[in-house]
């Protein structure tokens, strides 16, 4: 079992930042890849961005530009630097880590994420 928990969220204004983060516990093994999904009310859950253990990266096309997706291996860490946000930006972030070895994955419990216009 992998145990994610995610932080960083909140109430910012448009044109603002925050930066999430999620702290991977248990059974973690250095071949995996983390990512970032959000889901608005209503909207299917939508990939965000997500990174391999040894620095791929891809994202999506409505954040190209404005999120950064980075990682700490040694530390089993992954953040999510987001930039100029927007109010369609506006969801619950939810952590996944896909261990390629079992090919099982986990999600965090979430994060709110709220831009004022």
């Known amino acids: 079992q992998v145990q994610l928990v995610e932080s960083g969220g909140g109430l910012v204004q448009a044109g603002g930042s925050l930066r999430l983060s999620c702290v991977a516990s248990?059974?973690?093994?250095?071949?995996?890849?983390m990512g970032w999904y959000r889901q608005a009310p209503g909207i299917q859950r939508e990939r965000v961005a997500y990174?391999?253990?040894?620095?791929?990266?891809l994202y999506a096309d409505s954040v190209k530009g404005r999120f950064t997706i980075s990682r700490d291996n040694a530390r089993n860490i992954v953040y999510l630097q987001m930039n100029n946000l927007k109010p369609e930006d506006t969801a619950v972030y939810y952590c996944?880590?896909?261990?390629?070895?079992?090919?099982?994955?986990?999600w965090g419990q979430g994060t709110q994420v709220t831009v004022s216009s």
């Open positions: 990174i391999s253990s040894v620095g791929y990266t």
């Open positions: 996944r880590y896909y261990l390629l070895a079992t090919s099982s994955e986990y």
């Open positions: 248990g059974n973690t093994r250095s071949i995996n890849t």
